[in-house]
């Protein structure tokens, strides 16, 4: 079975560095054609895809995101991670790892096959 799981601080501070990890279980990340992606939901708002990287490695990003988002991964632990940098309080969210069978770049639940619990995290000083 297919399990996913975010980890990471809940709280951050203000113009640090946000990192996530997300690992999986059941399949690896390594497997075609699988993609890996990072969305998140603040509060109040919908969800919003940021980035994914796929099965060989390469990454992608939400233009909005570019400049302050990396999307890594590690196959010996299957698992991938997120660092967004130089955060705000409009970075306060939920942020959930998911799995997709194309690279979607929109953050419809119907589009990702797994997903992981989700994992609340705070921009605040």
């Known amino acids: 079975q297919v399990q996913l799981q975010e980890s990471g601080p809940g709280l951050v501070k203000p113009s640090q560095t946000l990192s996530l990890t997300c690992t999986v279980s059941?399949?690896?990340?390594?497997?075609?054609?699988?993609?890996w992606s990072w969305i998140r939901q603040p509060p109040g708002k919908g969800l919003e895809w940021m980035g994914a990287i796929t099965y060989d490695g390469s990454a992608y990003y939400s233009p909005s995101l570019k400049r302050r988002i990396s999307i890594s991964r590690d196959t010996s632990k299957n698992q991938f991670s997120l660092q967004l940098r130089s955060v705000t309080p409009e970075d306060t969210a939920v942020y959930y790892c998911?799995?997709?069978?194309?690279?979607?770049?929109?953050?419809?639940?119907?589009?990702?096959?797994?997903w992981g619990q989700g994992t609340q995290v705070t921009v605040s000083s």
């Open positions: 059941g399949v690896s990340i390594t497997t075609s054609y699988y993609y």
């Open positions: 998911a799995r997709s069978e194309a690279l979607v770049v929109t953050a419809t639940r119907e589009e990702y096959d797994y």
